[in-house]
């Protein structure tokens, strides 16, 4: 009897743990979609094969190639798997430039963004797009990911933008 009890204690306790934990991490998504910094980052061409698969687009970012690239041919010390890059943004807050963090303040125009290396390539932000079946040929003129970044280098990918750099709407 008084292991039932017990063991009813803590099953509540770690359910409700696990719903504090939840809801934590949704507040702090909450508050990076309502105070973070803006970015705007261009889209690099994806291989045609995996674009568009089903009801999502595979995404990735010009300044990431470019960055990655950068890196490698300096061929310094390999590249932590996951880290910071400092974000240089224009006067529309698209990103223009980028480079590894390391711990310097960081310039009114610029941003701290997480990375992480996989398949030999630097990822930064979202690497897909979710989106309402039979709505693929509206974000196939995709060209820009809007972000909100946080002060933590979290980036929550929030709009993707056509050429002229308008909201994709669903």
Known sequence: MQINRVLKWLTAGTLLLALLLVNL????KEQVLKKGNLVIMELA???PRSLMQGDYMALDYAL??????QLESQ????LASTGEI?????????????????????????????????NHALHIGTPSYFFQEGHAERFEKA??????VGSDGTALLTYLL??????ILP
Do not use: C, N, T
């Open 45 to 47: 061409p994806v291989d």
């Open 143 to 148: 060209r820009y990911g809007e972000f909100r």
């Open 25 to 28: 991490s949704i507040f702090q």
């Open 75 to 78: 061929s310094q010390a390999r």
């Open 86 to 118: 400092v974000v240089e943004l224009d006067e529309q807050h698209r990103a223009v430039d980028a480079r590894l963090a390391q711990g310097e303040m960081l310039k009114p125009q610029e941003v701290l963004m997480k990375y992480h290396l996989a």
């Open 162 to 167: 056509d050429a002229q750099g308008k909201r």
């Open 64 to 69: 990431a190639r470019q960055l990655y690239q």
